[in-house]
């Protein structure tokens, strides 16, 4: 953790200057090394959790975890150090562990976490486009121009910064920055010191949470931002500490105090599906399938294991290694599409099947056989479907899978009336087949599902650009929010093994 984002604790609970304090300070030890043991308990069951359900990549949770780990470390020998020793007491007043408890309890609150204690950028002075989504800017990340929040949760749409600050310590920040008068020296003896000369102040954390949230983007749109200040009153004893909050607020960001905090937090277990993300929880209930994603399908690369042969290319050959280390269908695609139903449009319909046609396996083409009747109804039923396609697969097939696709023929000029002006600028960079596909998607308010990653990316690119020329010329005020087509990218492509003698020189391009 920075010192810049250090929450200084506030002195323990119990006197620790009673007549035998000693008593009180192995007390105060034994409870913060017991209840550190038992968050670091809840964190690996969560993170059990998240493994038995494919969800661990979705979550980082390293920053966390290692500083609880450091906290418990620092708590066990302070739980064996001589009580009588003053700086013992020094040490369990100085520690973090307040904050740890504050943002891990907060945190069991929330829903689709992504991550906690984690870093976010900006480019000073710049409106560059995604910092830190998916689109790559130039540029340097320093940790000048950063900020950390303290839980991301609701798929990356929300930021929380917990801060465990007291109203004593906002006003001490304020005295040294000039902005009230000096407070006595009797008040400022009872504020632990950071050992940070130029420790930010609450206002400017927050300052700087805004500027990196005005870097990102999630699905088209900045996350909201909430400060969780649970030793805060709603109404502050302090003038000067109200009109910090309010300042705080027409910054565009929601406070909660000590007000709004629950009488007790629950235990881990009560609440893991909840806190842990689901990556498909903004999908639409009809997906949208690209060419790329119907090649993923039927290859044989997707079903089983494929023995490398000279003549395969390198894309080929890399695909091989991926597949063996992460198996594509069964633990991205086919979770994706759950029991929704499944679309796509004639042009990737048709192109997919150029391409099995040319190049595919006998294998290759009866799984496209199986995806969609194209041009002739079979009248085979879904379990039907999926009993042939499981014969062809050496994984098993998810029973909710829901084939077939339905293949929908797409009015072009009827799609670009219902888009934003931008959307000219996005067509014009596409091929006919990419057109049809995620302007369809963005019409029909339809997730899309790809492995087009350029283009995503590049539409995503385009429309930020958008947003932000609104925001230069006419000011955050008056900043606008276009939202693009909602993609979700598989993490890797497959193409069609093919034949040798198709192989050779084949071109399975999509684009």
């Given at each position: 953790?920075?010192?810049?984002?250090?929450?200084?604790?506030?002195?323990?609970?119990?006197?620790?200057?009673?007549?035998?304090?000693?008593?009180?300070?192995?007390?105060?030890?034994?409870?913060?090394?017991?209840?550190?043991?038992?968050?670091?308990?809840?964190?690996?069951?969560?993170?059990?959790?998240?493994?038995?359900?494919?969800?661990?990549?979705?979550?980082?949770?390293?920053?966390?975890?290692?500083?609880?780990?450091?906290?418990?470390?620092?708590?066990?020998?302070?739980?064996?150090?001589?009580?009588?020793?003053?700086?013992?007491?020094?040490?369990?007043?100085?520690?973090?562990?307040?904050?740890?408890?504050?943002?891990?309890?907060?945190?069991?609150?929330?829903?689709?976490?992504?991550?906690?204690?984690?870093?976010?950028?900006?480019?000073?002075?710049?409106?560059?486009?995604?910092?830190?989504?998916?689109?790559?800017?130039?540029?340097?990340?320093?940790?000048?121009?950063?900020?950390?929040?303290?839980?991301?949760?609701?798929?990356?749409?929300?930021?929380?910064?917990?801060?465990?600050?007291?109203?004593?310590?906002?006003?001490?920040?304020?005295?040294?920055?000039?902005?009230?008068?000096?407070?006595?020296?009797?008040?400022?003896?009872?504020?632990?010191?950071?050992?940070?000369?130029?420790?930010?102040?609450?206002?400017?954390?927050?300052?700087?949470?805004?500027?990196?949230?005005?870097?990102?983007?999630?699905?088209?749109?900045?996350?909201?931002?909430?400060?969780?200040?649970?030793?805060?009153?709603?109404?502050?004893?302090?003038?000067?500490?109200?009109?910090?909050?309010?300042?705080?607020?027409?910054?565009?960001?929601?406070?909660?105090?000590?007000?709004?905090?629950?009488?007790?937090?629950?235990?881990?277990?009560?609440?893991?599906?909840?806190?842990?993300?689901?990556?498909?929880?903004?999908?639409?209930?009809?997906?949208?399938?690209?060419?790329?994603?119907?090649?993923?399908?039927?290859?044989?690369?997707?079903?089983?294991?494929?023995?490398?042969?000279?003549?395969?290319?390198?894309?080929?050959?890399?695909?091989?290694?991926?597949?063996?280390?992460?198996?594509?269908?069964?633990?991205?695609?086919?979770?994706?599409?759950?029991?929704?139903?499944?679309?796509?449009?004639?042009?990737?319909?048709?192109?997919?099947?150029?391409?099995?046609?040319?190049?595919?396996?006998?294998?290759?083409?009866?799984?496209?056989?199986?995806?969609?009747?194209?041009?002739?109804?079979?009248?085979?039923?879904?379990?039907?479907?999926?009993?042939?396609?499981?014969?062809?697969?050496?994984?098993?097939?998810?029973?909710?899978?829901?084939?077939?696709?339905?293949?929908?023929?797409?009015?072009?000029?009827?799609?670009?009336?219902?888009?934003?002006?931008?959307?000219?600028?996005?067509?014009?960079?596409?091929?006919?087949?990419?057109?049809?596909?995620?302007?369809?998607?963005w019409a029909t308010s339809m997730t899309t599902?790809?492995?087009?990653?350029?283009?995503?990316?590049?539409?995503?690119?385009?429309?930020?650009?958008?947003?932000?020329?609104?925001?230069?010329?006419?000011?955050?005020?008056?900043?606008?929010?276009?939202?693009?087509?909602?993609?979700?990218?598989?993490?890797?492509?497959?193409?069609?093994?093919?034949?040798?003698?198709n192989r050779r020189g084949a071109n399975g391009?999509?684009?």
């Amino acid at each position: 953790m920075d010192k810049a984002d250090e929450i200084i604790p506030s002195p323990p609970q119990g006197d620790l200057a009673d007549s035998d304090p000693s008593i009180e300070v192995k007390k105060l030890a034994a409870d913060m090394q017991q209840r550190c043991r038992l968050f670091l308990d809840e964190l690996e069951q969560f993170q059990t959790y998240l493994k038995d359900q494919r969800k661990e990549k979705h979550v980082d949770l390293r920053i966390f975890r290692s500083g609880l780990q450091s906290e418990m470390k620092m708590l066990d020998k302070l739980a064996t150090a001589d009580p009588k020793d003053p700086k013992t007491s020094h040490n369990l007043r100085s520690s973090n562990f307040s904050f740890f408890d504050a943002v891990w309890s907060i945190a069991k609150t929330c829903s689709n976490l992504t991550a906690l204690q984690k870093r976010f950028y900006w480019l000073p002075g710049r409106h560059a486009p995604f910092v830190n989504g998916k689109v790559a800017t130039t540029g340097p990340r320093h940790r000048t121009y950063s900020a950390v929040v303290s839980i991301v949760a609701q798929s990356g749409l929300e930021w929380i910064k917990v801060s465990s600050i007291t109203e004593k310590r906002i006003i001490w920040d304020l005295t040294k920055s000039g902005w009230v008068a000096e407070s006595s020296s009797e008040e400022s003896e009872d504020i632990e010191d950071d050992n940070d000369d130029e420790s930010e102040g609450l206002l400017k954390q927050v300052e700087a949470l805004v500027k990196a949230c005005h870097a990102t983007r999630v699905r088209y749109q900045h996350p909201k931002i909430r400060l969780v200040l649970p030793r805060i009153k709603a109404q502050p004893d302090s003038k000067e500490v109200a009109n910090l909050l309010q300042q705080i607020r027409n910054l565009g960001v929601t406070i909660q105090t000590m007000e709004d905090m629950p009488p007790e937090f629950p235990p881990i277990i009560e609440v893991l599906d909840r806190l842990a993300i689901d990556p498909f929880v903004s999908f639409s209930g009809t997906l949208n399938i690209d060419c790329t994603i119907l090649l993923a399908f039927v290859s044989d690369l997707s079903h089983g294991r494929v023995e490398p042969a000279d003549w395969h290319n390198k894309a080929i050959s890399r695909q091989i290694e991926m597949e063996n280390e992460d198996q594509l269908l069964q633990n991205s695609v086919w979770p994706s599409c759950g029991s929704r139903k499944l679309i796509c449009t004639r042009e990737a319909a048709v192109r997919m099947q150029e391409i099995v046609d040319t190049i595919g396996t006998e294998t290759e083409k009866k799984r496209a056989a199986l995806l969609f009747p194209l041009g002739n109804d079979f009248g085979l039923s879904r379990e039907q479907l999926l009993e042939e396609f499981q014969q062809l697969s050496d994984y098993t097939v998810p029973p909710e899978w829901n084939l077939p696709i339905k293949v929908l023929d797409v009015d072009m000029n009827a799609i670009m009336s219902q888009l934003p002006p931008i959307a000219q600028k996005v067509s014009e960079l596409l091929a006919p087949i990419n057109r049809s596909v995620f302007l369809y998607g963005w019409a029909t308010s339809m997730t899309t599902i790809s492995s087009n990653a350029v283009v995503a990316r590049e539409i995503e690119k385009i429309i930020e650009e958008e947003n932000e020329s609104f925001k230069k010329a006419g000011g955050p005020a008056l900043s606008q929010n276009i939202k693009g087509p909602e993609i979700w990218l598989g993490p890797s492509a497959r193409s069609l093994v093919g034949k040798e003698k198709n192989r050779r020189g084949a071109n399975g391009d999509t684009s």
